[in-house]
């Protein structure tokens, strides 16, 4: 990708060095699982034999005030952050893609006469306390809809470039557009409807996940169509981020935890329907052609 450091630190909470916590604690119903953390329970259910999916709830949370606002997650103590050379950099990039996807989404809420409300980006490592509860590195990056806040420990890049064979800076650009398409669901409604769904409908409540995570894949193409039209990308970039939306599909992640595919258990869609939805935003860059739910 072409990008420039710099830029605001407004929506950029540096928590990389606040202390740990133990155990996970619920918060605002369970967290939603990240694109990451999928692969992660999965394996640790296999290797000790004890399913671990039962700690991270159905994503469903969202602990905002009675006016909508988001809460803010709990202060806790901080401490000098330990950072390399190359992970400043990679500071950089995040806070860049954090801008740039932002400016984004406003312009385009802005085109249909819609305010677009700012979501926060956390940096932290190895366990991060939100409004959904207790989150470790493993959990992978997520979105929590009750604090509206972006959360990624940066060495998941490694495991997106070793573990699941998805390298590359598109790809990892693609990681957060997905997460911040999530923050757009819950600014449109989304969000809230399709918990009501669930709510209302059990026996559906994994295919209307499914709905919902191929739909922010398609908002982050969306935002990749306005990278590309902006002189952004450079040969290759697309096919980083195709390749990183079908390196997470639930039936690559099952089979690599379990060596067989259960499609009824999917949350976030297969590879197949993952990197359709993301050329799917990708190819003219509309919010309309992003409804999964009419599909």
């Given at each position: 990708?072409?990008?420039?450091?710099?830029?605001?630190?407004?929506?950029?909470?540096?928590?990389?060095?606040?202390?740990?916590?133990?155990?996970?604690?619920?918060?605002?119903?369970?967290?939603?699982?990240?694109?990451?953390?999928?692969?992660?329970?999965?394996?640790?259910?296999?290797?000790?034999?004890?399913?671990?999916?039962?700690?991270?709830?159905?994503?469903?949370?969202?602990?905002?005030?009675?006016?909508?606002?988001?809460?803010?997650?709990?202060?806790?103590?901080?401490?000098?952050?330990?950072?390399?050379?190359?992970?400043?950099?990679?500071?950089?990039?995040?806070?860049?893609?954090?801008?740039?996807?932002?400016?984004?989404?406003?312009?385009?809420?802005?085109?249909?006469?819609?305010?677009?409300?700012?979501a926060k980006l956390v940096l932290f490592r190895d366990g991060?306390?939100?409004?959904?509860?207790?989150?470790?590195?493993?959990?992978?990056?997520?979105?929590?809809?009750?604090?509206?806040?972006?959360?990624?420990?940066?060495?998941?890049?490694?495991?997106?470039?070793?573990?699941?064979?998805?390298?590359?800076?598109?790809?990892?650009?693609?990681?957060?557009?997905?997460?911040?398409?999530?923050?757009?669901?819950?600014?449109?409604?989304?969000?809230?409807?399709?918990?009501?769904?669930?709510?209302?409908?059990?026996?559906?409540?994994?295919?209307?996940?499914?709905?919902?995570?191929?739909?922010?894949?398609?908002?982050?193409?969306?935002?990749?169509?306005?990278?590309?039209?902006?002189?952004?990308?450079?040969?290759?970039?697309?096919?980083?981020?195709?390749?990183?939306?079908?390196?997470?599909?639930?039936?690559?992640?099952?089979?690599?935890?379990?060596?067989?595919?259960?499609p009824e258990s999917f949350t976030h869609g297969s590879s197949?329907?993952?990197?359709?939805?993301?050329?799917?935003?990708?190819?003219?860059?509309?919010?309309?052609?992003?409804?999964?739910?009419?599909?």
């Amino acid at each position: 990708m072409r990008w420039t450091p710099g830029g605001s630190d407004k929506n950029l909470e540096d928590r990389r060095g606040e202390s740990g916590g133990g155990g996970f604690r619920g918060g605002g119903g369970g967290l939603k699982l990240g694109l990451g953390g999928t692969v992660v329970v999965l394996i640790l259910s296999l290797v000790f034999g004890k399913d671990f999916t039962s700690m991270l709830g159905d994503g469903s949370g969202d602990p905002t005030t009675t006016s909508g606002n988001p809460i803010a997650p709990a202060a806790r103590a901080t401490g000098p952050i330990q950072s390399s050379a190359s992970e400043d950099t990679l500071v950089q990039f995040v806070k860049f893609l954090l801008n740039d996807t932002q400016d984004t989404w406003r312009q385009t809420f802005a085109a249909s006469g819609k305010n677009y409300r700012d979501a926060k980006l956390v940096l932290f490592r190895d366990g991060i306390e939100s409004a959904c509860g207790f989150a470790e590195a493993a959990t992978g990056p997520f979105y929590c809809p009750g604090d509206e806040r972006v959360y990624i420990d940066l060495g998941f890049y490694n495991e997106l470039k070793t573990r699941f064979g998805a390298p590359g800076d598109f790809a990892q650009a693609y990681v957060l557009a997905h997460e911040f398409g999530h923050h757009v669901q819950k600014l449109l409604g989304t969000e809230a409807a399709m918990r009501r769904a669930q709510q209302q409908r059990p026996d559906q409540q994994n295919a209307l996940s499914v709905k919902m995570e191929l739909q922010a894949d398609c908002y982050a193409g969306v935002w990749a169509f306005s990278a590309q039209k902006r002189d952004h990308l450079d040969m290759g970039d697309a096919e980083e981020g195709l390749a990183a939306a079908a390196s997470v599909g639930d039936d690559r992640l099952q089979r690599m935890a379990r060596g067989r595919v259960n499609p009824e258990s999917f949350t976030h869609g297969s590879s197949a329907q993952r990197v359709d939805w993301f050329k799917r935003g990708f190819a003219r860059g509309s919010t309309s052609d992003c409804n999964t739910f009419g599909n």
